[in-house]
C-alpha cells in the first residue's frame, strides 16, 4: 500500500478564496482524521470519521471550515473562505478499528497571503 | 479531558551520545497509551515506540526505549547512540483505551539536534 496520499502537498492561496484539501487514506482503515499543526498550538486534531461518519467535530475551528468523506477512499477539508491565520501544516491520518497506530500522510502545507 | 505536556522546547546532543526527552501528561483514565512520534524535515510522523499502559515493563525498539512512570504520570525517550538521523521533532502522545480507535492528543513537541 501507498500509504496515506495527501494532495496537494503545497498550497498559496489569496485571502479569501475556497481552498480544498483532499485525503486517500489507507485501504481496509476504517478511521480518518484530519490534524493541524501550527508552531503556536502544535498538532491539534480537527475531525475525525468513522466508517465516513463524522464523529467528532470540535475541534473544527470555526464554520468556515467543513470535511467530508464520501467514500472509504477519500476525504476533503475544505476551508471557505481562508484567512491568513488559517496557514498551517494539515494531516491526515487513518487507523483500522481496534488501531493503535495512526499513519500519516505527508501533510499539506496551506499558506495564506 | 487529557493533557500532554512536553516542556522542553529543544535540545541538543553529540552524535554517539545518549539523549533522554521529557514528557508528562494528565488523565483520568485507567487503560490507554503513549506514543512517540518523530518528524524529520522531511515533515512525515513517524511512530517510534508505543507503551501500552497496564504493561509495567517499558518498551524498547532498537536505540530507542521508554522509562514509563505510571504513577508520576511521566514517559520519557531515551535514544542512544544517537545518529544524525535521529534530528527531528519529536512529539509525545496519548490514546485513550480499548475501542479509543486511535484518536491521538499531542505534545507540543521538542526539537532535537544530533551534532557531528
Known amino acids: 500500500d501507498a500509504g496515506v496520499i495527501q494532495s496537494p502537498r503545497h498550497e498559496v492561496t489569496e485571502m479569501g478564496q475556497e481552498v480544498t484539501l483532499r485525503c486517500k487514506p489507507i485501504?481496509?482503515?476504517?478511521?480518518l482524521f484530519w490534524y493541524r499543526q501550527t508552531m503556536m498550538r502544535g498538532l491539534e486534531l480537527l475531525i475525525y470519521?468513522?466508517?465516513?461518519?463524522?464523529?467528532?467535530d470540535s475541534g473544527m475551528p470555526e464554520d468556515r471550515f467543513s470535511a467530508k468523506m464520501p467514500n472509504a477512499s477519500f476525504s476533503t477539508l475544505k476551508i471557505q473562505p481562508s484567512e491568513p491565520r488559517d496557514s498551517a501544516v494539515y494531516f491526515c491520518?487513518?487507523?483500522?478499528?481496534?488501531?493503535?497506530?495512526?499513519?500519516f500522510g505527508q501533510g499539506t502545507r496551506l499558506t495564506v497571503v | 479531558a487529557q493533557t500532554v505536556t512536553q516542556s522542553q522546547p529543544e535540545m541538543s546532543v553529540q552524535e554517539a551520545e545518549t539523549v533522554t526527552l521529557s514528557c508528562t501528561y494528565d488523565?483520568?483514565?485507567?487503560?490507554?497509551?503513549l506514543f512517540w512520534y518523530k518528524q524529520p524535515p522531511s515533515r512525515q510522523m513517524i511512530l517510534v515506540i508505543r507503551?501500552?499502559?497496564?504493561?509495567?515493563q517499558n518498551a524498547t525498539e532498537n536505540r530507542f526505549s521508554v522509562n514509563f512512570q505510571k504513577a508520576a504520570k511521566s514517559f520519557s525517550l531515551k535514544i542512544s547512540d544517537s545518529q544524525l538521523g535521529d534530528t527531528a521533532m519529536y512529539f509525545c502522545?496519548?490514546?485513550?483505551?480499548?475501542?479509543?480507535?486511535?484518536?491521538?492528543?499531542f505534545g507540543k513537541g521538542i526539537t532535537l539536534s544530533v551534532r557531528p
Open positions: 491520518a487513518s487507523g483500522p478499528t481496534g488501531g493503535l497506530e495512526a499513519f
Open positions: 470519521f468513522n466508517n465516513n461518519v463524522p464523529i467528532d
Open positions: 502522545a496519548f490514546m485513550k483505551g480499548v475501542g479509543a480507535n486511535s484518536k491521538l492528543t
Open positions: 507503551q501500552e499502559a497496564y504493561k509495567q
Open positions: 485501504s481496509g482503515h476504517d478511521y
Open positions: 488523565t483520568s483514565e485507567s487503560n490507554y497509551y
